[in-house]
């Protein structure tokens, strides 16, 4: 039991006790149910705050979720993808992914922007004619075109990152890179590459200039193949110094001979006409020497300028022609020339010009003629092969060892130089002829060996 006693004051004075008891049972029962309200109440609000916890966290945290999925495609190079956040989310999780797809547009312009450029620098280095080399600060090698890659006898073009050294084995290229890197200075060179065939390179080189502190980035290098500039320069060397040499010997006699008859010997009457014959001889040979030459620059003159008047021409009397203004000099040597043209082709044309193709045989036969023991023949034969026509012009001279075959066709080429002088051959007759043969779209071929004699081939397209 629970007592509670209270005092009653009358006036002043205690008057009485009031006193009152309850059992503790009822007592317990009600702070057990206050503990049971308190403990529910608790739980109610624990819950309550869970679920606003959570839906708050959901709010946020599902836009922060988008926008890392979304930033993850766009690390993936995904630049069409775009956030699409809640206009209910908060605003600064709107704003940034607004700034996000923002961003994303401009990565995707500039991007194709920077695929278009590299695509027509392909396509630029591609069809470029001229070599292409970019090496950066290390010497590896960044860039290298096509004709760079035949130029230098790579056969392949995918060495991005391989040193210069590894890719080209030329030390004047290396040397060349090598100083423009160091100086910083445009640089050029001449580099010959002797592999199956000699190439003439030059080099023209620049550095590569960067936004970085130290503004290098590398050297650029670019070949332009001078090969043919050079052979031409060669045979314009070879050309001077033979037609040099050739003038020099007629000249040389031609003053000799004249300085003996100023001498008095012009009233020597036994050696007056000998010389003045070996003069008119060494005349003539230079008259035939230059009429040749007059001959070759006016055919690459009129090859050049398609100059060259074309009409039907018989092929059979072209040969006739040659033949009858060769049989003079054949039988004074006694030779005798022997024409063969096939039945059914007597009246073969081709379209050229009827006075260089009979030159062109002209040039041959007498050749064959020079050049073939006495008593003996040659033969020339006419006939068809297709769409072609097909002159052969044969001897049974000496023959030509194989090594000279390649070179015969040249200027002033000569298998035998004293024997071809002796003969009155300026060494400009065979030249004629390709230069001819050519001018008619044709080809002409010499086969011949020691102790067999020769044979030459001119193949002309049929009219």
Do not use: W
Not at 73 to 83: P, T
Request: charged share 25%; glycine share 8%; hydrophobic share 45%.
């Amino acid at each position: 039991m629970m007592y509670v006693a209270m005092p009653v004051m009358v006036d002043g004075e205690t008057a009485a006790v009031l006193r009152t008891s309850t059992p503790l049972s009822a007592i317990d029962r009600e702070l057990a149910n206050i503990r049971t309200r308190i403990v529910l109440g608790s739980l109610g609000a624990v819950l309550l705050s869970a679920v606003l916890c959570f839906l708050v966290s959901r709010r946020i945290s599902g836009p922060l979720e988008e926008l890392t999925r979304g930033a993850e495609r766009f690390a993936r190079g995904d630049m069409s993808h775009r956030l699409h956040i809640s206009r209910s989310s908060s605003t600064e999780v709107i704003i940034l992914a607004e700034m996000l797809n923002r961003m994303a547009a401009e990565l995707d312009r500039r991007i194709r922007a920077v695929e278009e450029q590299r695509n027509e620098l392909d396509a630029v280095l591609s069809s470029m004619s001229e070599g292409v080399l970019a090496v950066d600060c290390e010497g590896r090698v960044v860039v290298m075109n096509e004709a760079a890659a035949r130029l230098l006898a790579i056969g392949r073009t995918d060495v991005g990152g391989r040193l210069l050294e590894e890719v080209v084995k030329d030390a004047t290229l290396q040397e060349l890179v090598n100083g423009i890197l160091a100086t910083q200075e445009p640089a050029e060179s001449e580099i010959v590459l002797r592999g199956d065939r000699e190439v003439f390179l030059r080099a023209h080189g620049v550095p590569l200039r960067s936004a970085g502190e130290d503004g290098t980035a590398g050297a650029i290098v670019v070949f332009s193949d001078i090969t043919r500039l050079r052979q031409v320069e060669r045979l314009r060397r070879d050309f001077v110094a033979n037609v040099s040499h050739e003038l020099k010997t007629p000249v040389t006699a031609i003053k000799g001979f004249v300085e003996t008859l100023l001498n008095g010997a012009v009233h020597d009457g036994e050696n007056v006409e000998r010389f003045l014959r070996i003069i008119a001889r060494h005349a003539d040979r230079m008259g035939r020497i230059i009429e040749d030459l007059l001959t070759l620059s006016r055919l690459e003159q009129q090859a050049g300028e398609a100059a060259v008047e074309f009409e039907p021409v018989p092929l059979a009397e072209v040969i006739h022609a040659a033949v009858q203004a060769c049989a003079p000099s054949a039988e004074r040597r006694g030779i005798e020339i022997r024409t063969s043209i096939d039945e059914g082709i007597e009246g073969i044309t081709v379209t050229g010009n009827p006075e260089l193709l009979e030159q062109a045989v002209i040039n041959l036969v007498d050749n064959a003629v020079k050049y073939s023991a006495t008593g003996s023949h040659v033969h020339v034969e006419l006939k068809g092969l297709g769409a072609e026509a097909v002159i052969s012009i044969r001897d049974h001279g000496c023959g030509i060892d194989k090594e000279h075959l390649p070179r015969l066709f040249e200027r002033f080429y000569r298998v035998d130089p004293a024997r071809s002088r002796a003969l009155g051959g300026t060494g400009l007759g065979l030249s004629i002829v390709k230069h001819i043969v050519l001018a008619h779209g044709g080809n002409i071929t010499v086969d011949s060996a020691i102790g067999r004699g020769t044979t030459f081939t001119l193949r002309l397209p049929k009219a």
